[in-house]
């Protein structure tokens, strides 16, 4: 904040351009108004988990769009505001600045299907092996359940995923990698019905190198 005795503005009042002029004890004040630079470092955390967040979901909308549809519709709002919702509470972890995903604790689908059994992965020649057990006692576990599975590249922001290319009593798939593409892979298996009422909780299966 400034004050003049005189000058070219004179006696001048009210805003000109980012400049506000106006009288102050008989003395005629101009300020400059504008956003402040200054932020409280609980605002600068909340910022950097919703970047964290977008950042993570902005590769797999299409398969966010599947796997929080149940959860979507229940709440009225959009998937990509239940995955929201959901990562910003349970999948981050660390301190501001540090703050960091928690692939662990990330869940790609979210719903009451039975989750995929004894589920693992391993990457061969051809692309990545999902393989899972199929237990017809199992309740909420209906034999054309279509798979769905990820493999998440954080040091590229990109995914591939497959979703119904295979079923739950057939065991097992293979997802092809594209060529060049590599690095850590964090890797997620879920089941969503036919009729995509019904959806599962995604199973985490850890993190394999492609080179």
């Known amino acids: 904040m400034s004050s003049v005795d005189f000058g070219p503005f004179g006696n001048y009042r009210g805003r000109m351009g980012n400049l506000v002029f106006y009288k102050l004890m008989g003395r005629q004040v101009v300020r400059r108004i504008g956003r402040s630079t200054s932020h409280s470092v609980a605002q600068l955390a909340s910022w950097q988990r919703m970047s964290l967040v977008n950042a993570f979901l902005k590769p797999i909308i299409p398969f966010i769009n599947i796997g929080y549809a149940v959860q979507a519709r229940e709440r009225n709002i959009f998937p990509q505001n239940a995955a929201v919702s959901y990562l910003l509470r349970y999948s981050l972890k660390g301190v501001?600045?540090?703050?960091?995903?928690?692939?662990?604790?990330?869940?790609?689908?979210?719903?009451?299907?039975?989750p995929p059994l004894n589920a693992s992965v391993v990457l061969l020649s051809e692309g990545l092996h999902f393989n899972w057990a199929y237990d017809p006692s199992v309740p909420l576990s209906l034999p054309s359940d279509e798979v769905m599975v990820m493999a998440y590249f954080p040091g590229l922001a990109k995914a591939v995923f497959e979703i119904g290319t295979a079923v739950r009593i057939s065991g097992s798939l293979v997802l092809p990698l594209p060529q060049g593409l590599a690095g850590n892979m964090e890797l997620y298996i879920s089941f969503v019905a036919v009729n995509r009422k019904a959806v599962s909780d995604s199973v985490y299966l850890g993190c394999l190198v492609r080179i």
């Open 96 to 114: 501001y600045p540090s703050l960091e995903m928690d692939y662990e604790k990330v869940l790609v689908s979210q719903g009451v299907l039975a």
